[in-house]
Nanobody, 115 residues
Framework: QVQLVESGGGLVQPGGSLRLSCARS????????MGWYRQAPGNERELVAT???????NYAYSVKGRFTISRDNAKNMVYLQMNSLQPDDTAVYYC?????????WGQGTQVTVSS
């Protein structure tokens, strides 16, 4: 069974950077894409970025040019490098693994952007 554990969240000033990590355990069989989503208080969970098993990436318009998703298959890790962070980026960030019949979430990590 796939399990996901996020880390790397925290408090950062506007303009700062953070790198989130997602450690995956369990088989990678059937996982088509890994992704990062976020949910701010009072808002629905929204897509931040995804990366497919073939390496194709997709970003939300609001983070394009600032965030970069990457993966290290040998280490079963997915990363989200976040630069030029703004207060609107404040949210709980969730790692996701998706495939046919699979939609697995981590527990989330809080990112707070504030001066």
């Amino acid at each position: 069974q796939v399990q996901l554990v996020e880390s790397g969240g925290g408090l950062v000033q506007p303009g700062g950077s953070l790198r989130l990590s997602c450690a995956r355990s369990g088989s990678s069989f059937g996982i088509y894409a890994m992704g990062w989503y976020r949910q701010a208080p009072g808002n629905e969970r929204e897509l931040v970025a995804t990366i497919t098993s073939g390496g194709s990436t997709n970003y939300a318009y609001s983070v394009k040019g600032r965030f970069t998703i990457s993966r290290d298959n040998a280490k079963n890790m997915v990363y989200l490098q976040m630069n030029s962070l703004q207060p609107d980026d404040t949210a709980v960030y969730y790692c996701n693994a998706r495939g046919p019949g699979l939609n697995r979430w981590g527990q989330g990590t809080q990112v707070t952007v504030s001066s």
